[in-house]
């Protein structure tokens, strides 16, 4: 996963919201305007965190992850 998919979510986890990281995208060179594209970019950066093999994220990011992804469920 880039850094670039994954700048939004350097933000404290309490301000994560699914308009919120739309909005972010949609400042950013590589956003494509396609919702499916930029939702599945999306979950796929939940998941990355939810998983965080590289122990990179902390509890709160791992546990508002996981609470965005079941709201996309």
Avoid at 29 to 44: S, T
């Amino acid at each position: 996963m880039s850094d670039t998919k994954l700048a939004y979510f350097s933000a404290p986890p309490e301000q994560w919201t699914i308009l919120g990281y739309y909005q972010f995208r949609r400042q950013q060179r590589d956003f494509r305007n396609l919702f499916r594209q930029e939702n599945n970019l999306l979950q796929k950066s939940l998941h990355a965190i939810v998983r965080n093999s590289e122990n990179s994220f902390s509890d709160r990011q791992v546990k508002r992850a996981g609470e965005i992804l079941n709201t996309l469920k």
